[in-house]
């Protein structure tokens, strides 16, 4: 039976809505200026290769900080996903990617990788550990990054440290 009585809900913003409504606007106002930065830059680039990567990147933080934009004035999102997770889990995944950046010079390229998949494998994983899914992790990911690493110096013959 249905209750006639019944009185649609329509969800209000907060202020804590409002305010990670305009927070995401302003980040992917930031992301498309520097996007823009990029290809400002990447003009100036007189070898026309090295030119297709950044290129290629800004035009996409472009566009998709376009849509983030677009999607949060036609559809905001009710929930801000800043207060959840762990901090902890941020701070080692952003360290570990600034870290291998600090070590790629001195160690190369697949020894900075794999430290920053090992932290950030650390910092992403929810489930408990057991020693098959610690073998299994990291025997993937080091294939991976060995695959694209071969990739880029020998199919690409992009120099890398």
């Not at 930031?30 to 026309?48: E, M, P, Q």
């Not at 390229?109 to 950030?120: E, N, R």
């Amino acid at each position: 039976m249905i209750d006639s009585g019944a009185k649609a809900v329509t969800a209000t913003p907060t202020p804590t809505d409002s305010s990670s409504r305009l927070g995401s606007i302003l980040v992917a106002s930031l992301l498309i200026i520097i996007g823009f930065i990029t290809l400002y830059d990447a003009a100036s680039y007189t070898d026309v290769d090295s030119k297709v990567f950044p290129q290629t990147s800004a035009i996409a933080l472009i566009l998709f900080s376009t849509l983030a934009i677009g999607k949060q004035i036609i559809q905001p999102t009710a929930v801000s996903g800043i207060e959840f997770g762990s901090w902890w889990r941020r701070i080692v995944l952003v360290s570990s990617m600034l870290l291998a950046c600090a070590l790629m010079p001195y160690t190369g390229l697949l020894i900075a990788c794999v430290l920053t998949f090992v932290l950030g494998l650390i910092a992403s994983m929810h489930d408990e550990w057991t020693n098959r899914k610690a073998i299994v992790y990291f025997l993937s990911g080091l294939s991976i990054i060995v695959c694209f690493y071969v990739l880029f110096k020998f199919v690409l013959h992009v120099p890398l440290p």
